[in-house]
């Protein structure tokens, strides 16, 4: 199969949109828009030495001008909460997936984060081509699955487009052996979602929900929906999708859902997570910079946890 390779980063640093100014807490214009006020960085997260953190989004390869625009909030909030990775939940490429594709859609808009040695792990979404796993940026070494682990956390990246019995007999192998604190699985299609356009992708639940109670997967992490989404506990799981790094559905959520915690569909947004021991915590945070969710999650193993939400 033919390997994509990655273009070579340019060496000028990218004016994300017309950024006036970096510096946390301090609003800026884009040339490409109208004057947008983005709010000062305020975490909610602990920042404690040890922890595990890093950033999730979903559905971003547009190359957008509102992509531009959210990675130059990623960024302002690495200054306060310096996360090592990100793990992207597929739809990494709409449209082309030739070399400049990659160019624009991805290095140009993450120039600043991939400067700063931000990894950046990708499963495949329903409009990505297989050849990405051997991207590099992409950090998946050529599998359309694949497992790391960081401290006491294992990361499961999943092909949902295509969930066959040698994916399946992997990761039930891989979850057997695997005795880390938190399990966490990422992958495009939500087993479970309020999305009026799309919706739960309950053939796939029906599949990997059960091997997932088996072994104590603790988050389960979507896209495939663009807006944000925290489902109540499923089976004592915790279910999120977090998909409009690069488009939005505005107001695709179904009112009054039994499904829903939170949710927001008004503008694009990303998540930033914290793990510190047997607590994750989590803030969502939209294109403007305001905090649209966020609270703390107990590890779901340890006798007596509770949620503080």
């Known amino acids: ?107 140009n808009v993450y120039h600043e984060l991939l400067g700063r040695k931000v990894t950046f792990y990708a499963t495949l979404g329903n409009h990505d081509e297989s050849n990405q796993r051997f991207y590099g940026h992409f950090n998946m070494k050529g599998e359309e699955f694949f497992r790391f682990k960081r401290g006491g956390v294992a990361f499961y990246s999943l092909n949902s487009n295509y969930m066959d019995k040698r994916q399946l007999k992997w990761l039930e192998d891989e979850l057997e052996k695997d005795d880390s604190e938190w399990k966490i699985t990422f992958f495009h299609h939500p087993p479970y979602s309020s999305g009026g356009s799309h919706g739960s992708s309950t053939g796939l639940r029906q599949v990997v929900e059960p091997i997932f109670l088996k072994h104590g997967v603790n988050v389960v992490l979507a896209g495939h929906e663009h807006f944000y989404e925290r489902i109540k506990p499923q089976k004592g799981i915790y279910y999120f999708i977090s998909g409009a790094g690069g488009k939005l559905r505005k107001g695709d959520v179904k009112k009054n859902s039994p499904l829903t915690q939170k949710a927001f569909d008004q503008d694009m947004s990303f998540m930033l997570v914290e793990i510190v021991k047997d607590q994750m915590h989590f803030q969502v945070i939209s294109r403007t910079g305001e905090t649209v969710d966020s609270g703390v999650l107990m590890n779901q193993k340890k006798k007596g946890a509770t949620d503080s939400k």
Do not use: C, W
């Not at 950033?55 to 992509?67: F, P, Y």
């Open 1 to 107: 199969m033919k390997r994509i390779t990655a273009s070579i980063l340019t060496a000028a640093v990218l004016a994300f949109g017309g950024l006036v100014s970096d510096a946390i807490g301090q609003s800026y214009s884009s040339a490409n828009q109208n004057e947008r006020v983005v709010s000062p960085v305020k975490l909610t997260l602990p920042v404690e030495d040890g922890s595990v953190r890093f950033l999730v989004t979903g559905d971003t390869g547009t190359g957008s001008k509102g992509q531009h625009q959210l990675a130059e909030v990623m960024l302002r909030h690495h200054e306060a909460f310096p996360y090592e990775f990100v793990l992207m939940l597929g739809d990494n490429m709409y449209g082309g997936e030739k070399p400049a594709d990659f160019k624009t859609k991805f290095e």
